[in-house]
């Protein structure tokens, strides 16, 4: 009796999901919660595991394909694991495995890097492929000629993604990969938002001096009290923004057709980026998150993103978000609205820059801030007002203590 393999119970914000990926063939023993199949959703990648041991018996949604909750995507054979039966064969398999592997090494050993990487990518069977080089060394160009002159006919297993690999038409080596189902939606969102809003920005710039001679005074002990977790900037820009949006209701609304919700919490989405797209994971009520607790969560996130291990529900919601470009380089940007949200900060890189200070010129390490907004519910006034108070409560800390 076989055991169904069904997709996950989607949130009802997400109506449906795409195969992404098999990571078994029909046929490949399985055991009980090994990854099999990855199904990507507008916000997130869910990761679906065998419900027992046994053998994949059936693949009924391939890669590419759209399924809905709880929908049968494949089935497995249940089976039990017979030490003994293993036992009597494990000199024919030793035996067997030590040739497979002596063949393989043979002709690792007569492929070129490149050529390796194009086999890999392509699932080709190198023995197969006739060598050009010297003493048959495979080269890249071997496996071109194979993937031009017989495309038809190279045979991908279900776990290969559908991209492909090719010369353009000046014969230069190009890849052709489809876009993802989460990379296409968060292209979609950011041209609506471009188009159906009246985003606006407005800069400022803030002294850093402050916040690095905090974290240079007590970045050591902070770590030793919070185990391990490290002071960062972005606590202090999640705080200085949470006061401000107390002040400023307006910049903590969302859109709702034709309404306006002012949010009597603070929900601030912190923008990661990850190997599938953008993400932006939802610091919950920071009203009541001290600085400790900010960046651990942060860290959290971070290391769900990379490793594809975000939830839809880490992503619902927001009132407010907080992108930094900063950390790969970025100087000034005009950050775009995450909708339904009205606006968004923007951080960027902290550079050293000479500032007129009481008369006196001093080096001073500034970061540009940048405060995107929907115009249509946010009036400039209230924009740069609540920019300059982020940027007093980064530049006295203290006010931030003393809640002024």
Known sequence: MTIEIKAPTLPESVPDGTIANWYKNVGDTVTRDELLVDIETDKVVIEVVSPTDGTLKEILKNAGDTIVSNQAIGSVLPGEKK???KEEKVGQITSATDQQAEAASDSEAIIS?????????????GSTIDGSGKD????????????????????????ASPSSVGMSKEGRLEER???????AKVAERLLQASQSTAMLTTFNEVNMQPIMEIRNRYKAEFEKVHEGTRLGFMSFFVRASTEALKR????????????????????????VSSPRGLVVPVLRNTDTMGLAQV?????????????????????????FTISNGGVFGSLLSTPILNPPQTAILGMHKIQERPMAVSGEVKVLPMMYLALSYDHRMIDGKEAVQFLVTVKDLLEDPTRLLLEI
């Open 177 to 183: 990969v489809p876009m993802s189902r989460l990379r």
């Open 248 to 271: 400023y209701p307006a910049v903590n609304a969302s859109l709702d057709g034709d309404e306006i919700i002012y949010h009597g919490y603070q929900d601030i989405g912190v923008a």
């Open 113 to 125: 890097p490149a050529a390796k990487k194009l086999i890999e990518e392509n699932k080709l069977d």
């Open 83 to 85: 030490a003994a039966a």
């Open 295 to 319: 960046e651990q969560e942060i860290r959290q996130f971070g290391e769900k993103a990379r490793d594809g291990k975000l939830s839809i529900e880490e992503m619902l919601g927001g009132t």
């Open 136 to 159: 048959g060394r495979i080269t890249k160009e071997d496996v071109l000629n194979v993937l031009e002159s017989a495309p038809a006919s190279v045979s991908k297993p279900a776990a």
